[in-house]
């Protein structure tokens, strides 16, 4: 197989599997599994947690340019470890009280 076709192979597959990785992430099923697994803290923001991550992953196609310096699947690899570096080194936050709203629709000053 020629490596242009190999190459675009690869790159299709990683589409793939990043389409569908952003959909159980916007399910929150993923993280919500690895907390239920003790994976990571039960504390987290899931939804949070889902932005970050796809944040991260539509900024790809910002940068990344095809025949760049590292192949997609090194740059894949380096996006899961610091992903499931996040997740699993992040402890959870309390969420704050609701801010009230004043009669004017502004947040009420602390």
Avoid: H
Wanted: proline share 5%.
């Amino acid at each position: 197989m020629p490596p242009a076709i190999s190459r675009f192979n690869a790159f299709a597959r990683l589409r793939r599997e990043l389409e569908e990785a952003r959909t159980e992430l916007q399910d929150r099923k993923l993280i919500d599994e690895a907390k239920a697994e003790g994976t990571v803290d039960s504390g987290l923001d899931t939804r949070y947690a889902c932005f970050f991550i796809l944040a991260a992953i539509n900024g790809l196609s910002v940068w990344y340019q095809r025949g760049g310096s590292d192949s997609a699947e090194y740059i894949a690899e380096v996006f899961a470890d610091m992903t499931m570096g996040m997740l699993e080194g992040t402890e959870g936050r309390r969420r704050p009280p609701k801010r009230r709203k004043s009669q004017n629709g502004r947040p009420k000053a602390s």
